[in-house]
């Protein structure tokens, strides 16, 4: 009696053990074993209608358990019994390998897309230096024509003054010049006027002096004067 009963509290302590963490699952999920192609079942028996086939590794949705049966969803809908011994909390490697694949292929990618974001920012950063370089060159060359102009301007200020200097003396120059004009101008006129009265002067004068003698010449000479 004592080895029946020792038995069944091993068989009891065995079944809550197996089914804790199974039933723990409900409302969450499980995978399918690496190596194993689980026959979904309408009913918890193993010759029960099948209705489905959930592949290895597939991640199965978990409703309830009866005794060592699972009622699960697949994920491609199919619902149904399938033996527990199959299933497992854990990630099947397979599908561990695969994430750690698409990690990878994602991180590839993203390097990728770094390095040509890395290579665009590298060129733009040598066009930009070549653009500052260029206009360095334009400030220099413009710091230049600066200081050429300023230096030109300066000059043309000089230039500017000297010219408005002589063209003020230029216009006292002329004014005077006009003044001296009008004043020889006067004077020559005023020894033209000079000269002509002298001239009719003495052509009077020589008229006058031409007409008396001609007078005398003509005059009859009286009588009893002999010389």
Known sequence: MMNTAAKGVVFL????FFLSPLHSAFGAGL???DGANVPVREAPLENGKITGLAMQNDYLEVFEGRGQWLRIKTPKGEEGWVPARYLTRQMPKTLIVDQLNEK????????LTLQEEN???QKENRERTYRISGASRELEDAQKQYETLKQESSQYLDLKNRYLALQRQYQEASTQLGQKTRENNRLKTSER????LLGGSFIIIGLVIGSLLQFMRAKPKKGGYKF
């Open 13 to 16: 302590s065995c079944l809550f």
């Open 31 to 33: 995978y399918v074993k």
């Open 104 to 111: 990878i292929k994602s991180l590839t990618e993203e390097n």
């Open 119 to 121: 290579a665009q920012l």
């Open 193 to 196: 006027l000079i000269f002509t």
